[in-house]
């Protein structure tokens, strides 16, 4: 499985601010994903992000609030946009190969 | 539109008991399956994937698979306090396709 790690792990962030948070792996990967876990709620996917291309998102999910680049096959990037407090949550980054997913350790990021 | 039915729980268990956890898929092209460990506050960590009908066993895990139910399970043996966690049922068509997650099961072990 491949190694993956997220920068920042927690961050605390201002209503109105925009964060970034990276995704690294140490070895190329087809398919790189973000999803958000809400406390206490499952995974929700928010997109695909495709290497050359701009990423696909899930219903509910738009490229405005939620920018996604993926400039290589080990990295990524995801920005929380105008965060509000309901941008509160678990970022989570995850690389596949084929059909197993494997997921970073997540931003934690809590919005005041 | 692709669904993962999983009952949320908690399940408790007493220590050295045997743990099941069931999932059922809408999808009957599914064609991969896994069951992935969720500790509160870490990210979800993959446990076991089966492909084919039948039995897989890896230590006290065995993930069990029945594609004409559209059913899968996984039996934790010798239940242990340490695997009190979400445990998450994900299933892919195959190939490069994403997964579908389940909602996860909640497992508590009582010592």
């Known amino acids: 499985s491949a190694v993956i790690s997220q920068k920042p792990s927690r961050d605390i962030c201002q209503r109105g601010t925009s964060l970034t948070i990276q995704c690294q792996v140490d070895?190329?990967?087809?398919?790189m994903f973000w999803y958000r876990q809400q406390p206490g709620q499952s995974l929700t996917l928010i997109a695909t992000?495709?290497?050359?291309?701009?990423?696909?998102?899930e219903s509910g999910f738009v490229i405005d609030k939620f920018p996604i680049s993926r400039p290589n096959l080990t990295f990524s990037t995801l920005t929380v946009s105008n965060m509000s407090p309901e941008d509160s949550s678990i970022y989570l980054c995850?690389?596949?190969?084929?059909?197993?997913?494997?997921f970073g350790p997540g931003t934690r990021l809590l919005v005041l | 539109q692709k669904e993962v039915e999983q009952n949320s729980g908690p399940l408790s268990v007493p220590e050295g008991a045997i743990a099941s956890l069931n999932c059922t898929y809408s999808?009957?092209?599914?064609?991969?399956f896994f069951w992935y460990r969720q500790y509160s506050g870490k990210s979800p960590e993959l446990i076991m994937s089966i492909y084919s009908n039948g039995d897989k066993e890896d230590g006290r895990f065995t993930a069990q698979l029945n594609k004409a139910s559209q059913y899968v399970s996984l039996l934790i043996r010798d239940s242990q306090p340490s695997d009190s966690a979400t445990y998450l049922c994900a299933v892919n068509e195959g190939g490069y396709q994403k997964v579908t997650f389940g909602t996860g099961t909640k497992l508590q072990v009582i010592p």
């Open positions: 070895s190329q990967v087809t398919m």
């Open positions: 992000a495709n290497q050359g291309s701009e990423a696909t998102y």
């Open positions: 999808d009957r092209v599914s064609q991969s």
């Open positions: 995850s690389v596949a190969n084929q059909e197993t997913q494997y």
